[in-house]
């Protein structure tokens, strides 16, 4: 396999949760964002922190130096410090920018080159497939959370709960094809 063809692929699953992300952050009210139903969660906008600083840190000069950077306070980003919607999508769309450029200079490299997270030497390949562990999983935390706050209100992102005939229905009428998943699932978002 090419690293196109692999990094083309992660690239589009990716953009799937930043988008499936938003698309939960733009149905909440500003303050939505900073609700914490206990001591023991975070809010959204705390998530939001740590992921973008999750991503600044790894993906940061990621071939010359650690991605644990020294500069990193990994503990300060579950402090809740933000105080706008605004500063909140900053956050967010410095840590996407910063990892997605980090993936296309990834185009001419072999995905076997190792670097290093926390002084743990890995391939490219490892600390990319780390990450689509690590980000849809907080991903996944923003969308449940919003869900739980909008109630009733709540606009789906995926198949809409008792509507899985339906969208079969409509997958199996169309001829077979050879595409990603998260073309189809894109175009549902827009």
Request: hydrophobic letters at 35%.
């Amino acid at each position: 396999m090419k690293n196109n063809n692999y990094l083309e692929s992660i690239k589009k699953q990716f953009l799937y949760y930043k988008t499936i992300g938003e698309k939960a952050i733009d149905q909440l009210e500003e303050e939505q964002l900073f609700i914490s139903v206990n001591d023991n969660t975070n809010s959204i906008a705390t998530i939001i922190k740590h992921l973008s600083g999750n991503m600044l840190s790894r993906w940061t000069d990621f071939l010359t130096s650690d991605g644990e950077k020294e500069w990193r306070n990994r503990d300060s980003e579950f402090n809740e410090t933000l105080n706008s919607k605004e500063e909140i999508l900053e956050l967010w769309n410095a840590g996407w920018n910063c990892f997605f450029n980090a993936l296309n200079v990834m185009q001419d490299l072999e995905l076997t080159t190792i670097i290093y997270i926390r002084n743990e030497g890995q391939s490219i390949l490892d600390a990319v497939n780390r990450q689509l562990a690590h980000y849809p999983y907080h991903i996944g935390q923003i969308v449940f959370y919003a869900k739980m706050l909008k109630k009733d209100e709540w606009n789906s992102l995926s198949i809409p709960k008792n509507k899985s005939d339906l969208y079969n229905d409509d997958k199996f009428s169309k001829e077979k094809s050879i595409k990603n998943y998260t073309d189809d699932e894109m175009d549902k978002l827009k």
